[in-house]
T-cell receptor, first 113, second 111 residues
Framework: IAGITQAPTSQILAAGRRMTLRCTQD?????MYWYRQDLGLGLRLIHY???????GKGEVPDGYSVSRANTDDFPLTLASAVPSQTSVYFC????????????FGPGTRLTVL | GQSLEQPSEVTAVEGAIVQINCTYQ??????LSWYQQHDGGAPTFLSY????GLEETGRFSSFLSRSDSYGYLLLQELQMKDSASYFC????????????FGGGTRLMVKP
């Protein structure tokens, strides 16, 4: 059982380019999340999904979009990357949305130049 | 807005006890979680306090007092492998059950 996988592990991207970060879980969890982590700021929620077919905005959603076509996959798209989106991105999942323990993927380190 | 505040860094020696505090500025929330993150790694769940009081899991304990808007993580018999960042996280009542993370405390354990 892999848990949560993310791809790519790291990426350098030119400003203005489109980029999709992939996230897949095999635990059949209903809820999934995308966070960004910047030094000194902890983890900030970008978008979340309560269950397949539904998504919601977190604390810092601007410039990002998500989709949840099925239970396992929750891709994060940057339509037109900007340098302020340089960060480490973590995908997470939990059995249900809310108070359940969240399980995190290994992260994607993204640099936008 | 909602915020959870933690010290940025704590240093302790191997075998000692260390307490990492978390104070919050909000009207209230459902509970307080703690996550551990080693350098270059992903956050991993440590504990969750749904109610006020102390929860113990091996060498780690976590405490919550809603009346004092305060919680802490207590690490006993420190080991070198405990060197990591520790994050508290809460679910504010008015934030739709979304986790809000503190800025994290970097713990350095020295021999």
């Amino acid at each position: 059982i892999a848990g949560i996988t993310q791809a790519p592990t790291s990426q350098i991207l030119a400003a203005g380019r489109r980029m999709t970060l992939r996230c897949t879980q095999d635990m059949r969890h209903n809820a999934m999340y995308w966070y960004r982590q910047d030094l000194g700021l902890g983890l900030r929620l970008i978008h979340y999904s309560n269950t397949a077919g539904t998504t919601g905005k977190g604390e810092v959603p601007d410039g990002y979009s998500v989709s949840r076509a099925n239970t396992d996959d929750f891709p994060l798209t940057l339509a037109s990357a900007v340098p302020s989106q340089t960060s480490v991105y973590f995908c997470a999942s939990s059995v249900d949305f809310g108070t359940d323990t969240q399980y995190f993927g290994p992260g994607t380190r993204l640099t936008v130049l | 807005g909602q915020s959870l505040e933690q010290p940025s860094e704590v240093t302790a020696v191997e075998g000692a006890i260390v307490q990492i505090n978390c104070t919050y500025q909000t009207s209230g929330f459902y509970g307080l979680s703690w996550y551990q993150q080693h350098d270059g790694g992903a956050p991993t769940f440590l504990s969750y306090n749904a109610l006020d009081g102390l929860e113990e899991t091996g060498r780690f304990s976590s405490f919550l007092s809603r009346s004092d808007s305060y919680g802490y993580l207590l690490l006993q018999e420190l080991q070198m492998k405990d060197s990591a960042s520790y994050f508290c996280a809460g679910e504010p009542y008015n934030a739709g059950n979304m986790l809000t993370f503190g800025g994290g405390t970097r713990l350095m354990v020295k021999p």
